[in-house]
T-cell receptor
Framework: EADIYQTPRYLVIGTGKKITLECSQTMGHDKMYWYQQDPGMELHLIHYSYGVNSTEKGDLSSESTVSRIRTEHFPLTLESARPSHTSQYLC?????????????FGPGTRLLVL | AQKITQTQPGMFVQEKEAVTLDCTYDTSDPSYGLFWYKQPSSGEMIFLIYQGSYDQQNATEGRYSLNFQKARKSANLVISASQLGDSAMYFCAMREAITGGGNKLTFGTGTQLKVEL
């Protein structure tokens, strides 16, 4: 079982607001990821981190930023939310086990920007 | 670049029957891994099963099994004895190594499975 948490689960916010989506895991995983998923569509990697003070951009260009100051915490920030940011954001972390590296996902944050 | 194709946008199955969800992939990397995730309407992604490219046997996890045909580049998910709780979106994904030792997952577009009485 994975212990990875995301808050808030749902967020409705007005255009121009700054928001931070929280993600934390209690498994001590070094690697963490943020994916963006539009309704009924596939997931796209937007950010990842190998460990503390490490952050990289993913495949899908995103105006969001991330930080990794603590192993267990990987927040995502939008400085000025826009309706185009409306989506579901899924956080994941990974560790190697049974010879493979499995990503475990949090419950997601559904963001609606009005 | 890696690519995952799921050609079934939606599938229906009767309770207690078996169902196969299709997944084909394309990669030039000789070492890869294939994953299946389940996403209920609540939104979380639940890991179901994994198949490595060098695994000799098809992976199984309880009622889930993976029909891995390497020459055809397919990794179909078989769910036996379907239950109402199996109704969800199912995603096939491929692991791709990224710099620094991590792995990126490339996802297919998903198959919406509906289990009926």
């Amino acid at each position: 079982e994975a212990d990875i948490y995301q808050t808030p689960r749902y967020l409705v916010i007005g255009t121009g607001k700054k928001i931070t989506l929280e993600c934390s895991q209690t498994m001590g995983h070094d690697k963490m990821y943020w994916y963006q998923q539009d309704p009924g569509m596939e997931l796209h990697l937007i950010h990842y981190s190998y460990g503390v003070n490490s952050t990289e951009k993913g495949d899908l260009s995103s105006e969001s930023t991330v930080s990794r100051i603590r192993t267990e915490h990987f927040p995502l920030t939008l400085e000025s939310a826009r309706p185009s940011h409306t989506s579901q954001y899924l956080c994941a972390s990974s560790a190697r086990g049974r010879g493979l590296e499995t990503q475990y996902f949090g419950p997601g944050t559904r963001l609606l920007v009005l | 670049a890696q690519k995952i194709t799921q050609t079934q946008p939606g599938m229906f199955v009767q309770e207690k029957e078996a169902v196969t969800l299709d997944c084909t992939y394309d990669t030039s990397d000789p070492s890869y891994g294939l994953f299946w995730y389940k996403q209920p309407s609540s939104g979380e992604m639940i890991f179901l099963i994994y198949q490595g490219s060098y695994d000799q046997q098809n992976a199984t996890e309880g009622r889930y099994s993976l029909n891995f045909q390497k020459a055809r580049k397919s990794a179909n998910l078989v769910i036996s004895a379907s239950q109402l709780g199996d109704s969800a979106m199912y995603f096939c994904a491929m692991r791709e190594a990224i710099t620094g030792g991590g792995n990126k997952l490339t996802f297919g577009t998903g198959t919406q499975l509906k289990v009926e009485l």
